[in-house]
C-alpha cells in the first residue's frame, strides 16, 4: 500500500532554532500533501496545503513566514518551523494523496514530536 | 460554514460492548466520508465511504454513510482493548479539501 515517510519523528530544539520536518511519499506521487498540527488530546488541526511547483495555501491563523512549506517535487514537501518557541511544541502530521487515484484516501506519516525548550 | 461533528467525544466501554461513533457532517461539493483509527501516532485509514447504504466492513468494524441525513456511523462489535484509540472522521470536500471532527476516544476496559 502507500507509504508516507516522516522525519524526524522526534526532535528536541533551542528555542530561536529553525528545524526542518520532511514528509515523503515512498512509492506514489502526490501533487498535493497536506500538515497539521495536534494537541494532546484534540484532533488533526490543518495547517497548510501543499502544492507541488506551487505556494502552499495556508489556514486562517497559521503564519506563514512561521511555518514554511516547500513542495519542490511529487514526492517530497518540507515544514520548516522557523525561530521556533516553546508554544511551537506539538505533534505535526503530514499526509499525501495519491496523484492518480480518484478520491485517493489520505496517507499519513507517523508524524513529527517537536520539542522546543 | 462547513464542519464536521463526531459524538460521543469520550466512550468508555467494556470488552465485549458494541460501540456506534456518529460523524455529521456541513460541507459544499461533498466527495468522501472517511474513518481513521488513531493510536499514539499516526492515523491509519479504516473506510472511505462515498455512496448511501452501503455498509462497508472489515472483521468487527463496519460503517455506512447516510448522504441524504449528512452523517456516517462506525460501529463496532465485541470490543477488545485494542480497539482503545482515538476515532477520527473527516469528511471530503471540494477538490482536495477535507475536514476532521474532533474525534472520539474510546476506551475499552477489559
Given at each position: ?18 528545524v ?18 495536534q ?7 490543518l ?7 506551487s ?28 525561530s521556533?518557541?516553546p ?19 489520505l496517507?499519513?506519516?507517523?508524524g ?6 | 460554514?462547513?464542519?464536521v461533528?463526531?459524538?460521543?467525544l ?29 493510536e ?5 485509514f ?5 455512496s ?5 466492513k472489515?472483521g ?16 463496532i ?33 477489559p
Amino acid at each position: 500500500g502507500a507509504v508516507v515517510s516522516q522525519h524526524p519523528s522526534r526532535v528536541i530544539c533551542k528555542s530561536g532554532t529553525s528545524v526542518k520536518i520532511e514528509c515523503r511519499s515512498l512509492d506514489f506521487q502526490a501533487t498535493t500533501m497536506f500538515w497539521y498540527r495536534q494537541f494532546p488530546k484534540q484532533s488533526l488541526m490543518l495547517m497548510a496545503t501543499s502544492n507541488e511547483g506551487s505556494k502552499a495555501t495556508y489556514e486562517q491563523g497559521v503564519e506563514k513566514d512561521k511555518f514554511l512549506i516547500n513542495h519542490a517535487s511529487l514526492t517530497l514537501s518540507t515544514l520548516t518551523v522557523t525561530s521556533a518557541h516553546p508554544e511551537d511544541s506539538s505533534f505535526y502530521i503530514c499526509s499525501a494523496k495519491e496523484q492518480v487515484i480518484y478520491n485517493s484516501p489520505l496517507h499519513f506519516g507517523n508524524g513529527t514530536r517537536l520539542t522546543v525548550t | 460554514e462547513d464542519k464536521v461533528v463526531q459524538s460521543p467525544l469520550s466512550l468508555v466501554v467494556h470488552e465485549g460492548d458494541t460501540v456506534t461513533l456518529n460523524c455529521s457532517y456541513e460541507v459544499t461539493n461533498f466527495r468522501s466520508l472517511l474513518w481513521y483509527k488513531q493510536e499514539k501516532k499516526a492515523p491509519t485509514f479504516l473506510f472511505m465511504l462515498t455512496s448511501s447504504g452501503i455498509e462497508k466492513k472489515s472483521g468487527r468494524l463496519s460503517s455506512i454513510l447516510d448522504k441524504k441525513e449528512l452523517f456516517s456511523i462506525l460501529n463496532i462489535t465485541a470490543t477488545q482493548t485494542g480497539d482503545s484509540a482515538i476515532y477520527l472522521c473527516a469528511a471530503g470536500y471540494n477538490n482536495n479539501d477535507m475536514r476532521f471532527g474532533a474525534g472520539t476516544r474510546l476506551t475499552v476496559k477489559p
